[in-house]
T-cell receptor
Framework: QKEVEQDPGPLSVPEGAIVSLNCTYS??????FMWYRQYSRKGPELLMY????GNKEDGRFTAQVDKSSKYISLFIRDSQPSDSATYLC??????????FGPGTRLSVLP | SAVISQKPSRDICQRGTSLTIQCQVD?????MFWYRQQPGQSLTLIAT?????????ESGFVIDKFPISRPNLTFSTLTVSNMSPEDSSIYLC??????????FGDGTRLSIL
């Protein structure tokens, strides 16, 4: 079993849809959880960063962490064509290396 | 967050040659990292570049193949040595510390002929 697994995608949705991106993990020691967005030919850009279980909202983006189920999600409301990118989840324990999911490619169709 | 610049942004190299990739940060940072991202895949950590000491390499990566320098708190280089087509990849520099998320440069797209 991989340490971090992510919905494989690719995922295509119409503009305005609610998008749900998900990752599961096996290491219960992970404490920090991140979502990165990566546009083609660009480096990963940090979108959301959470420490504890629960929800964190930033504009159209909501990150959800459920440590008991070892499951994290990123929700995108009112999706836009500009949201078309690959989304990577990442997690770590304090002072330890990051572990990245394989990424989900999202296309939002106008 | 820190602004990270990588050079070159892309290159096409001949088999058997070496290429040095530079990473410059606009502020002093404790930790710098080098990743490889193969087409359609996620990020794999190559090594952590330590200022004033040797880099710490991950399993499967060795100093002879990927020598790293970290002369100060704002700069690092990664050399890909004796390149083969299997080294064709995106190489990414990132910065961070023990409790903060990492921030990435835009990467160097390397193709080996």
């Amino acid at each position: 079993q991989k340490e971090v697994e992510q919905d494989p995608g690719p995922l295509s949705v119409p503009e305005g849809a609610i998008v749900s991106l998900n990752c599961t993990y096996s290491n219960s020691a992970f404490q920090y959880f991140m979502w990165y967005r990566q546009y083609s030919r660009k480096g990963p850009e940090l979108l959301m960063y959470t420490y504890s279980s629960g929800n964190k909202e930033d504009g159209r983006f909501t990150a959800q962490v459920d440590k008991s189920s070892k499951y994290i999600s990123l929700f995108i409301r009112d999706s836009q064509p500009s949201d078309s990118a690959t989304y990577l989840c990442a997690m770590r324990n304090y002072g330890q290396n990051f572990v990245f999911g394989p990424g989900t490619r999202l296309s939002v169709l106008p | 967050s820190a602004v990270i610049s990588q050079k070159p942004s892309r290159d096409i190299c001949q088999r058997g040659t070496s290429l040095t990739i530079q990473c410059q940060v606009d502020s002093q940072v404790t930790m710098m990292f080098w990743y490889r991202q193969q087409p359609g895949q996620s990020l794999t950590l190559i090594a952590t570049a330590n200022q004033g000491s040797e880099a710490t390499y991950e399993s499967g990566f060795v100093i002879d193949k990927f020598p790293i320098s970290r002369p100060n708190l704002t700069f690092s280089t990664l050399t890909v040595s004796n390149m083969s087509p299997e080294d064709s990849s995106i190489y990414l520099c990132s910065v961070g510390d023990a409790a903060e998320p990492q921030h990435f440069g835009d990467g160097t797209r390397l193709s080996i002929l």
